[in-house]
Protein backbone atom coordinates (compact mmCIF):
# COMPACT_ATOMS: atom_id res chain seq x y z
CA UNK A 1 0.00 0.00 0.00
CA UNK A 2 1.59 3.70 -0.79
CA UNK A 3 2.59 5.72 1.56
CA UNK A 4 3.52 9.49 2.05
CA UNK A 5 7.16 9.55 2.83
CA UNK A 6 8.98 12.51 4.41
CA UNK A 7 12.90 13.32 4.88
CA UNK A 8 14.49 13.92 6.89
CA UNK A 9 12.89 12.26 9.54
CA UNK A 10 14.85 14.31 12.38
CA UNK A 11 16.48 17.75 11.13
CA UNK A 12 18.70 20.12 13.88
CA UNK A 13 19.48 23.62 12.71
CA UNK A 14 20.82 26.85 14.07
CA UNK A 15 18.04 29.80 14.81
CA UNK A 16 18.31 31.92 11.53
CA UNK A 17 19.04 29.02 8.86
CA UNK A 18 17.23 28.16 6.36
CA UNK A 19 15.76 24.77 6.32
CA UNK A 20 13.41 22.73 4.01
CA UNK A 21 11.33 19.86 4.23
CA UNK A 22 10.82 17.22 1.89
CA UNK A 23 7.56 15.02 1.72
CA UNK A 24 6.74 13.11 -1.48
CA UNK A 25 2.71 12.71 -1.59
CA UNK A 26 1.15 9.36 -2.50
CA UNK A 27 1.11 9.63 -6.42
CA UNK A 28 -3.19 10.01 -6.84
CA UNK A 29 -3.32 12.65 -4.22
CA UNK A 30 -4.29 15.96 -4.91
CA UNK A 31 -4.74 17.80 -2.05
CA UNK A 32 -1.51 18.51 0.20
CA UNK A 33 -1.08 19.42 3.58
CA UNK A 34 1.22 20.69 6.28
CA UNK A 35 0.64 21.17 9.62
CA UNK A 36 2.83 20.73 12.64
CA UNK A 37 2.93 19.77 16.34
CA UNK A 38 4.95 21.31 18.75
CA UNK A 39 5.75 18.76 21.45
CA UNK A 40 2.78 17.51 23.95
CA UNK A 41 0.44 19.84 21.78
CA UNK A 42 -2.14 19.70 19.22
CA UNK A 43 -1.54 19.10 15.73
CA UNK A 44 -2.18 22.28 14.26
CA UNK A 45 -2.52 23.24 10.54
CA UNK A 46 -0.41 25.29 8.43
CA UNK A 47 -1.04 25.73 4.82
CA UNK A 48 -3.06 23.51 2.20
CA UNK A 49 -1.81 23.09 -1.80
CA UNK A 50 -3.66 22.28 -4.68
CA UNK A 51 -3.16 22.25 -8.57
CA UNK A 52 -0.08 23.83 -8.06
CA UNK A 53 -1.42 27.04 -5.26
CA UNK A 54 -1.60 27.37 -2.03
CA UNK A 55 -5.81 26.86 -0.89
CA UNK A 56 -5.41 27.73 2.93
CA UNK A 57 -2.97 29.04 5.47
CA UNK A 58 -3.23 29.80 8.90
CA UNK A 59 -1.80 32.35 11.13
CA UNK A 60 0.81 30.84 11.70
CA UNK A 61 2.16 30.54 8.23
CA UNK A 62 3.86 33.92 7.60
CA UNK A 63 6.37 35.34 4.92
CA UNK A 64 9.19 32.94 6.64
CA UNK A 65 7.16 29.78 5.74
CA UNK A 66 6.50 28.82 1.92
CA UNK A 67 5.72 25.50 0.36
CA UNK A 68 6.32 24.07 -3.38
CA UNK A 69 5.50 21.19 -5.47
CA UNK A 70 9.05 21.68 -7.56
CA UNK A 71 8.46 18.80 -9.83
CA UNK A 72 5.09 16.89 -9.90
CA UNK A 73 6.08 14.62 -6.97
CA UNK A 74 7.61 16.37 -4.30
CA UNK A 75 6.28 18.55 -2.08
CA UNK A 76 8.31 20.93 0.29
CA UNK A 77 8.12 23.30 3.37
CA UNK A 78 10.38 26.19 3.37
CA UNK A 79 11.35 27.99 6.66
CA UNK A 80 13.77 30.67 5.75
CA UNK A 81 14.60 31.66 9.10
CA UNK A 82 14.32 29.35 11.67
CA UNK A 83 13.03 30.59 15.26
CA UNK A 84 13.61 28.25 18.55
CA UNK A 85 9.57 28.09 18.11
CA UNK A 86 9.77 26.38 15.10
CA UNK A 87 10.73 23.64 16.91
CA UNK A 88 8.17 20.77 16.30
CA UNK A 89 6.86 17.88 14.43
CA UNK A 90 6.05 18.59 11.06
CA UNK A 91 3.63 16.61 8.68
CA UNK A 92 2.53 16.19 5.31
CA UNK A 93 -0.46 14.84 4.40
CA UNK A 94 -2.35 14.34 1.61
CA UNK A 95 -6.00 13.16 0.02
CA UNK A 96 -7.19 11.76 -2.87
CA UNK A 97 -10.04 13.90 -5.31
CA UNK A 98 -13.46 12.83 -4.03
CA UNK A 99 -12.74 11.21 -1.12
CA UNK A 100 -12.44 12.95 2.41
CA UNK A 101 -9.48 10.54 3.38
CA UNK A 102 -6.07 12.48 4.74
CA UNK A 103 -2.84 10.42 5.50
CA UNK A 104 -0.18 11.91 7.18
CA UNK A 105 3.27 11.16 6.37
CA UNK A 106 5.86 9.75 9.57
CA UNK A 107 6.70 13.61 9.78
CA UNK A 108 10.34 15.61 10.23
CA UNK A 109 11.23 16.59 13.61
CA UNK A 110 12.90 19.88 13.86
CA UNK A 111 14.81 21.40 16.34
CA UNK A 112 15.99 24.96 16.35
CA UNK A 113 19.26 25.55 18.49
CA UNK B 1 -15.32 28.69 21.42
CA UNK B 2 -13.09 24.43 20.90
CA UNK B 3 -14.13 23.57 17.49
CA UNK B 4 -12.92 20.01 18.94
CA UNK B 5 -12.99 18.82 22.43
CA UNK B 6 -11.44 15.90 23.92
CA UNK B 7 -12.04 15.69 27.92
CA UNK B 8 -10.21 12.61 28.76
CA UNK B 9 -6.67 14.00 28.83
CA UNK B 10 -5.78 10.11 29.83
CA UNK B 11 -7.24 6.52 30.26
CA UNK B 12 -6.48 3.29 31.66
CA UNK B 13 -8.04 0.17 30.57
CA UNK B 14 -7.98 -3.12 31.11
CA UNK B 15 -6.93 -5.54 27.83
CA UNK B 16 -9.53 -7.33 26.05
CA UNK B 17 -11.95 -4.47 27.08
CA UNK B 18 -14.13 -2.26 25.31
CA UNK B 19 -12.81 1.37 25.06
CA UNK B 20 -14.89 4.46 24.03
CA UNK B 21 -12.64 7.94 23.61
CA UNK B 22 -14.97 10.61 23.53
CA UNK B 23 -14.36 13.70 21.00
CA UNK B 24 -17.47 16.78 20.74
CA UNK B 25 -17.44 19.43 17.88
CA UNK B 26 -18.87 22.70 17.17
CA UNK B 27 -20.02 23.88 14.19
CA UNK B 28 -22.45 25.59 12.17
CA UNK B 29 -21.73 24.43 8.89
CA UNK B 30 -24.30 22.08 7.61
CA UNK B 31 -21.34 19.35 5.74
CA UNK B 32 -18.26 18.07 7.90
CA UNK B 33 -16.14 15.41 8.38
CA UNK B 34 -15.08 13.90 11.34
CA UNK B 35 -11.67 12.11 12.11
CA UNK B 36 -10.31 9.79 14.32
CA UNK B 37 -5.98 9.59 14.52
CA UNK B 38 -3.62 7.58 16.30
CA UNK B 39 -0.88 8.53 17.42
CA UNK B 40 2.08 5.95 18.84
CA UNK B 41 4.84 6.93 20.66
CA UNK B 42 7.09 6.43 17.50
CA UNK B 43 5.18 9.81 16.49
CA UNK B 44 3.39 8.76 13.23
CA UNK B 45 -0.26 9.95 12.65
CA UNK B 46 -2.42 6.71 11.38
CA UNK B 47 -5.62 7.67 10.18
CA UNK B 48 -8.39 5.16 12.03
CA UNK B 49 -11.86 6.09 10.42
CA UNK B 50 -13.99 9.11 9.20
CA UNK B 51 -17.76 10.23 9.89
CA UNK B 52 -19.55 12.48 7.17
CA UNK B 53 -22.24 15.05 8.50
CA UNK B 54 -24.54 13.07 6.04
CA UNK B 55 -23.78 9.55 6.92
CA UNK B 56 -26.92 7.91 7.71
CA UNK B 57 -24.66 5.16 9.46
CA UNK B 58 -22.02 4.95 12.29
CA UNK B 59 -18.71 4.41 10.87
CA UNK B 60 -16.87 0.87 11.52
CA UNK B 61 -13.29 -0.31 10.30
CA UNK B 62 -12.29 -3.33 12.03
CA UNK B 63 -12.63 -2.80 15.88
CA UNK B 64 -12.29 0.81 15.45
CA UNK B 65 -16.61 2.23 15.42
CA UNK B 66 -17.53 5.77 15.38
CA UNK B 67 -20.45 6.46 17.28
CA UNK B 68 -21.68 9.38 16.10
CA UNK B 69 -24.73 11.37 17.49
CA UNK B 70 -25.38 14.22 15.58
CA UNK B 71 -27.58 16.22 17.77
CA UNK B 72 -25.26 16.03 20.62
CA UNK B 73 -22.25 17.37 18.25
CA UNK B 74 -20.66 14.28 19.45
CA UNK B 75 -18.26 11.55 17.54
CA UNK B 76 -17.01 8.98 19.90
CA UNK B 77 -14.15 6.10 18.86
CA UNK B 78 -14.77 2.90 19.97
CA UNK B 79 -12.41 0.39 20.52
CA UNK B 80 -13.65 -3.22 20.46
CA UNK B 81 -11.50 -6.15 22.67
CA UNK B 82 -8.76 -3.97 23.32
CA UNK B 83 -4.91 -4.78 23.04
CA UNK B 84 -1.47 -3.78 23.96
CA UNK B 85 -0.70 -1.80 20.97
CA UNK B 86 -3.81 0.56 21.26
CA UNK B 87 -1.92 2.59 23.40
CA UNK B 88 -1.49 5.57 21.89
CA UNK B 89 -2.48 9.00 21.77
CA UNK B 90 -5.77 9.33 19.95
CA UNK B 91 -6.60 12.32 18.21
CA UNK B 92 -10.37 13.71 17.07
CA UNK B 93 -10.06 16.18 13.96
CA UNK B 94 -12.85 17.60 11.82
CA UNK B 95 -12.85 19.17 8.52
CA UNK B 96 -15.96 21.44 7.55
CA UNK B 97 -17.23 23.04 4.21
CA UNK B 98 -18.34 21.05 0.64
CA UNK B 99 -15.13 19.96 -1.07
CA UNK B 100 -13.70 17.42 1.44
CA UNK B 101 -10.50 18.96 1.34
CA UNK B 102 -10.89 21.40 3.54
CA UNK B 103 -8.00 21.79 6.87
CA UNK B 104 -8.48 19.74 9.59
CA UNK B 105 -8.81 21.07 13.25
CA UNK B 106 -7.66 18.92 16.16
CA UNK B 107 -8.14 17.78 19.75
CA UNK B 108 -5.74 18.07 22.01
CA UNK B 109 -5.86 14.36 22.40
CA UNK B 110 -6.37 11.47 25.04
CA UNK B 111 -3.60 8.89 25.91
CA UNK B 112 -4.84 5.29 26.08
CA UNK B 113 -2.31 2.62 28.10
CA UNK B 114 -4.19 -0.84 27.78
CA UNK B 115 -2.86 -2.55 31.05
CA UNK B 116 -2.26 -6.76 30.25
Known amino acids: EPEVTQTPSHQVTQMGQEVILRCVPI?????FYWYRQILGQKVEFLVSFYNNEISEKSEIFDDQFSVERPDGSNFTLKIRSTKLEDSAMYFC???????????FGPGTRLTVT | AQKITQTQPGMFVQEKEAVTLDCTYD???????LFWYKQPSSGEMIFLIY??????QNATEGRYSLNFQKARKSANLVISASQLGDSAMYFCAMREGWFGNEKLTFGTGTRLTIIP
Open chain 1, 93 to 103: AGGPAGKDEQY
Open chain 2, 51 to 56: QGSYDQ
Open chain 2, 27 to 33: TSDPSYG
Open chain 1, 27 to 31: SNHLY
